[in-house]
């Protein structure tokens, strides 16, 4: 498997179940939410203005999904809701690992670039490197309506956090249209 086929079998509707550790303060706390991932071609307007963003050639990107999530953590009242755009770019012509654009980053609310690998299991690994922390996340099908994922999360010179979640399939998206 490589990334367009993982992004492939990850386009869909899906509810997500999280748990998360706050390490320092000896915390846990669990969160729900609704995910849509919809594949986007590579020619689409997204996925070639966030390649010029980052001053990336389009042509190096291998595809594109738009992520929307709308969920709840138990912790507070408010509502997390938003969407971004991911582009994988091929490293050295090679779809197993590379560079990933989002237009957006989970940890930081700001344009970020990390790095995919994919591994011989079919697990994707996502490595980010903000401005203040780091992130590490994988991400693997048990079976294709039930995706797992843990991560990692270091604030430097602070606290850390490490999550797990299982994220059901509740239907398929229509494809994108460019």
Known sequence: MDIRDFFAQSAGRWFSQRTSHHLAFKQTESGKSQLTIDLL???????????????????????????????????????????????????DGSTHEGKLLREMGYAEKAPVAGRFSMGSDGALTLITEYETMYSEERLWFASPNLRLRTSILKRFGGFSMASFCSEIRLGVTQPAQS
């Open 41 to 91: 071609s590579v020619d689409d307007p997204a996925v070639i203005a966030l390649c010029q963003q980052y001053e990336m050639d389009p042509q190096w990107a291998i595809c594109g999904a738009r992520v929307s999530w709308d969920g709840t953590m138990e912790w507070d009242a408010e509502k997390h809701e938003g969407s971004t755009v991911l582009v994988p770019i091929m490293g």
